[in-house]
C-alpha cells in the first residue's frame, strides 16, 4: 500500500514557476515508478511525466517538454515535478501516481493516486 500526498500547488501568472512535491508513504517507494497527471474542468486526466524507479528515465507529454521537469528522491520518498514557463493551458489539479515496476502513460495502469493539488496560471 502506497499513500501519497502532493503539495506546492498555486497561483501563479503566466511566465512563472511552481515545483509539485508527491510525498509517498511506505518503505518500497524505489519499487514504483512515478508519473504526473493532469485534469482540467469538462476535459479527461491527461498524462503530463513520468519516472521511472531509479530517475533514470523521464518522459514527458509533447505540450509540456522543454517546460516541466521531473525528479525524485528516494531516499526522501519524494517525487518533484518543477513546472517552468507556465501558460494559462496548464491550469488544472495535478495528480501524482504510483505504479509498481515500470512507467506507463496511460492513467489506467497506476496503481495509488494522491489527492491532487490546483495549479492555477492567469494570463
Known amino acids: 500500500q502506497v499513500q501519497l500526498v502532493e503539495s506546492g500547488g498555486g497561483l501563479v501568472q503566466a511566465g512563472g514557476s511552481l515545483r509539485l512535491s508527491c510525498a509517498a508513504s511506505g518503505r518500497t517507494f524505489g519499487s514504483y515508478a512515478m508519473g504526473w497527471f493532469r485534469q482540467a474542468p469538462g476535459k479527461e486526466r491527461e498524462f503530463v511525466s513520468s519516472i521511472s524507479q531509479s530517475g533514470g528515465s523521464t518522459y514527458y507529454a509533447d505540450s509540456v517538454k522543454g517546460r516541466f521537469t521531473v525528479s525524485r528522491d528516494n531516499a526522501k520518498n519524494t517525487v518533484y515535478l518543477e513546472m517552468n514557463s507556465l501558460k494559462p493551458e496548464d491550469t488544472a489539479v495535478y495528480y501524482c501516481?504510483?505504479?509498481?515496476?515500470?512507467?506507463?502513460?496511460?492513467?489506467?495502469?497506476?496503481?495509488?493516486w494522491g489527492q491532487g493539488t490546483q495549479v492555477t496560471v492567469s494570463s
Open positions: 501516481a504510483a505504479r509498481y515496476w515500470s512507467s506507463s502513460y496511460l492513467y489506467t495502469e497506476y496503481n495509488y
